[in-house]
């Protein structure tokens, strides 16, 4: 909010200034009107002063601190006094000091400004009656319940300002939650694209790179005894190469692996098996059991992802003999299985990113990951995802 009060009290607040400029000038008029120039001077002074220190709060940079606070009292003190001078000039300036207790009650702590209420209206008594030269009971309880009105309906005031106070600091704090939230979902969301980003790399380029460097390796071992096999394993390095490169420009863009889009899982699935293990002593076996089911874009991309990973591992750390990857079809769930009967490892040891990725890969979609191995017993990498309801026919 641009102004520390809300409407219905800026209302009240301007209210009050304004019976003030109305009772200074029915004031001001009735002592020209009696030929009394100096008092109608001392009365537009008084007015000017009022103005000047409604001018200043309006101006200062810090509503409500202490220089304003400061401020307010001394000018508070300079207009009471003003309005004493021209209440013993004139009994027509005495009805002036109601606007007063308002500024009283406003500017001082209430155990200091009842007091001063207090004296403001015996002030107005005692200045009425010296004027008539007499006391009566209605020059007493005018100025009385004058500042009772006004007392009650500061109090009412304070009690509004004090709700607008805590409705804008439970703003504030709200636009400081919201602006907090949103630093964190934009954390949260980097953090979660970086990890993405390294899922991808880990599984598709990463893996890519291993399986050309093992098929160099196999080339320059061949390329003097067996050269037809050396170009064999060129060529497909060089293919290898090629889908690398058609992985990245594809992640890139954000798109299905081309394998998916060229083919279906199950093809795709063979084709990485040739490819992770291109160049290396690993055979891979690859079957379907059950029947194959039309599986959601994202499911396919995991279940690819995994494979990759898992065979990638094989090639590199558990010179196996056989491996074997299995797609199953069961009822609600597809399962995929890759094993291997290489030197195997114990699982509560693993530090690699690997398996850190493909857990994260089948939680995300509501699935588990288990991991079966021991040393010199191979491995087993089990990733269930739960399939899409159908509808009945």
Known sequence: MNTPFPPALRLLRWVIHGTFAILLAIAIAGVLREGRAGAAWGGLLLGLLYGLGLTVEARLPHFGGRLHLALGRVWLLVVTAGWAVLALSSPRFVWLAFPLFFACLHLLPLAVALPAVTLLTAGAVAADAWHSGSLSAAQVVGPMIGAIVATLMALVYKALHAESEQ???????????????????????????????????????????????????????????????????????????????????????????????????????????????????????????????????????????????????????????????????????????????????????????????????????????????????????????????????
């Open 167 to 393: 409705r804008r600091e439970l703003i504030e704090d709200l636009v400081r939650t919201q602006d907090m939230l949103l630093r964190a979902e934009s954390e949260s969301a980097r953090l979660a694209e970086r990890e993405r980003l390294a899922r991808e790399i880990h599984d598709t380029l990463a893996q890519g790179m291993s399986s050309i460097i093992l098929l160099l390796r196999a080339v320059r071992a061949n390329l003097s005894d067996h050269p037809e096999r050396a170009t064999r394993h060129i060529a497909e390095a060089e293919q290898t190469a090629r889908e690398n490169l058609e992985e990245a420009r594809h992640f890139v863009r954000g798109l299905a692996p081309p394998a998916l889009q060229q083919s279906s899982l199950g093809a795709a699935l063979r084709r990485i098996g040739d490819t992770a293990t291109a160049g290396s002593d690993t055979g891979v076996r690859f079957e379907i059991s059950g029947t194959p089911v039309p599986l959601p874009p994202e499911h396919e991309l995991a279940l690819l992802r995994i494979a990759q990973g898992a065979l990638g591992n094989v090639t590199r750390h558990s010179q196996a003999r056989h491996a074997g990857v299995t797609l199953t079809y069961l009822d609600d769930v597809v399962v995929l299985d890759v094993y291997d009967d290489g030197r195997g490892f114990r699982p509560d040891q693993a530090v690699g990113y690997g398996l850190r990725a493909m857990r994260e890969r089948v939680t995300a979609l509501g699935g588990s990951l288990a991991v079966e191995s021991a040393p010199g017993e191979g491995t087993a990498v089990a990733a269930t995802l739960p399939l899409p309801v159908r509808e009945a026919p």
